[in-house]
Structures are given as structure tokens and as C-alpha cells.
């Protein structure tokens, strides 16, 4: 039976209750009233440099943006959520659009898309793409309301996630969607890798998700939910669990013969090399939509909400 543990979290963002007991993996306790997940540790946070989303550093599952298996990414996985979960264009906000990737596909897609951004350096990125990017939500209103509002890999960064899922929510319009993903701490990855999950980050992840807590924040926040859901493959792959047990990168990357990261693996191939044949991300993609279908409830590398106003 888990223990009850000190915690320099004094009172949870979603219910407010003060009690914790761990979650498992340190520093990670969770709220023992409403089960949300939160960073015990003095020193989680995170300024953002000028050079966060143009370096490699794939030992702790970060990468450049810019590379070309970073664009290929994003590419398969962004296009796969607007056609399914907002296939019809209007005004879009991406908060958290780092160096603009979202963006510029959502904009191919006849989106009017907007972003919000903390990092100057990334804004900048996102403007030489003809994206205009402001640094704060409040900033955003003026070109809003909007008919979506997304964010990716956003709340587990902040404080109070409900209270900026309420600012969000109130600049949609009434048929508005809001798009949240998030890591899945439910995830077969997470349990696989332990400690060495490449979602943990516990230097910046303040808090972690679950499909019920999610659920849950989004609610306390005012939204109704549509849909939650997983993306990604369910089962962690050969370069994750090579890399979860300390293997080095240029070890790694001999084993599975490709330009492995531990971002890869995911659901479509991409993280891989752009180069991997047609063929292979064919059979890869059937693979992985079949495990999807089988476990996608729960399961998947990364937890998505669709939620409305």
C-alpha cells in the first residue's frame, strides 16, 4: 500500500486537496482525493534557451525541430489529428507552437492559424514561416474568437492547467473545438521504461496525465468532453527500450539500423529517418493502426482530448 509523502505541491491545481502518496517514480506524487499527478520537486521548471528547438540531444528525448525526421513527424502525426478532429478549417490558435510546424500544416489545410509562444527564439523561427506568433494568451484575444484552440504537449508544463484551459475555452467561439495532447502516463511505454520514460522530464513536467484526470481537469476548467483517446503506438519500441536501459545512441542506432531517437517509434514511423522505404512505413502504418484499434482507449504514447466550450 502506497505511503502518504511530503510534498512541496501544497495544494493540488485541480481539487485543491493537500494530501499525497507516490506515484511510483520519483519525483511524482499523486493527489490521494483526485488521483492528478504532480512534479514534488523544488527544482522542476524550465526556462526556455535560444537554441531549445534547434538542438539535439536525443539521450534526453529532445530534438531539433528543424531537422527533417523532426518535420516528417510532425507532418504525419498533425495531418492525421486536423483530418480527423478538425477537418473543417476556420480560425485556429496553437498555443505552445514552438518554431511554428503546427501551424504551417493547419495553414496547408485552409486553416487561419495563430500561435502563442513563451520562447522569443522560437517565435522568431515561426515568423521567418509567415506564422505571427505572440507571447501570451491574452495577446492572442485580438485574433480571436476562434474555432479551434490546440495544445500540444503544453499542460504538463504548467501550474494550473485549469485555469489556462479556461482562458482557452473562452476564446472559442460556440462550436469551437479545443485539441489537448499530452504524455500518457497510462501508456505500455511509460510502464515499460520506468524511470527512464522519455516523457518523464521531471526537470519540466510539472504534472502528468491520465485519461481519467484529464478528464477531469478539462471538466473542472468548463469544457464538455467529445472524445479522449490515444495516439502513437501502445507497445514501446526496440530504440525506446534500448535507449530506457542506458543503451548509448550510437549502440542504439547499429541494433535497429536506422537514425533512431527516443522520440521514435510512433505510431506512423515517424522519428525515423525520412529515408525509410515506402514500403516498410506502409506495412508499419497497418501494424500500427491494428494496435491502435486494439488498445487505443487507453494505451497509446500520447493521451488526446477533443473538448468543446
Not at 525541430?65 to 523532426?70: G, K, M, N, T, V
Not at 480527423?84 to 500544416?105: C, E, N
Not at 493547419?106 to 505571427?132: C, K, L, M, P, Q
Not at 524511470?195 to 519540466?204: C, F, I, K, M, N
Request: one cysteine or more; charged letters at 20%.
Amino acid at each position: 500500500m502506497a505511503t502518504a509523502v511530503a510534498c512541496v505541491v501544497l495544494a493540488c491545481p485541480l481539487c485543491r486537496a493537500t494530501s499525497w502518496r507516490s506515484a511510483g517514480i520519483s519525483p511524482f506524487v499523486r493527489c490521494t482525493t483526485c488521483g492528478l499527478i504532480s512534479n514534488a520537486s523544488v527544482d522542476a521548471g524550465m526556462e526556455y534557451g535560444a537554441t531549445y528547438f534547434t538542438e539535439e540531444s536525443p539521450e534526453h528525448g529532445h530534438r531539433d525541430f528543424l531537422s527533417p525526421w523532426a518535420q516528417h513527424y510532425d507532418e504525419v502525426r498533425f495531418s492525421r489529428e486536423l483530418d480527423d478532429y478538425l477537418p473543417r478549417p476556420g480560425v485556429l490558435l496553437d498555443v505552445g507552437a514552438a518554431t511554428g510546424s503546427f501551424l504551417s500544416i493547419a495553414a496547408r489545410r485552409g486553416w487561419r492559424s495563430f500561435g502563442v509562444e513563451v520562447s522569443e527564439a522560437a517565435r522568431a523561427i515561426a515568423a521567418t514561416h509567415g506564422h505571427r506568433c505572440v507571447a501570451t494568451m491574452a495577446e492572442a484575444r485580438q485574433f480571436g474568437p476562434f474555432d479551434a484552440v490546440t495544445m500540444h504537449h503544453v499542460l504538463e508544463h504548467l501550474d494550473d492547467p485549469v485555469a489556462v484551459l479556461r482562458d482557452a475555452l473562452a476564446m472559442l467561439r460556440p462550436q469551437g473545438r479545443l485539441l489537448v495532447e499530452v504524455p500518457n502516463w497510462a501508456s505500455l511505454e511509460r510502464r515499460a521504461c520506468g524511470s527512464a520514460w522519455v516523457d518523464l522530464r521531471p526537470e519540466q513536467h510539472l504534472r502528468q496525465f491520465e485519461p481519467s484526470t484529464l478528464r477531469r481537469v478539462l471538466i473542472a476548467a468548463g469544457a464538455s468532453v467529445e472524445l479522449i483517446t490515444t495516439l502513437g503506438s501502445p507497445t514501446p519500441t526496440a530504440e525506446e527500450l534500448l535507449t530506457a536501459i542506458g543503451a548509448p545512441l550510437s549502440v542504439v542506432r547499429r541494433l535497429t539500423g536506422g537514425a533512431a531517437t527516443v522520440q521514435s517509434g510512433d505510431s506512423l514511423g515517424h522519428g525515423k529517418d525520412p529515408a525509410v522505404g515506402a514500403t516498410r512505413r506502409a506495412v508499419k502504418t497497418r501494424i500500427a493502426r491494428w494496435q491502435e484499434r486494439l488498445l487505443a482507449q487507453r494505451w497509446g504514447k500520447r493521451l488526446v482530448a477533443v473538448a468543446t466550450p
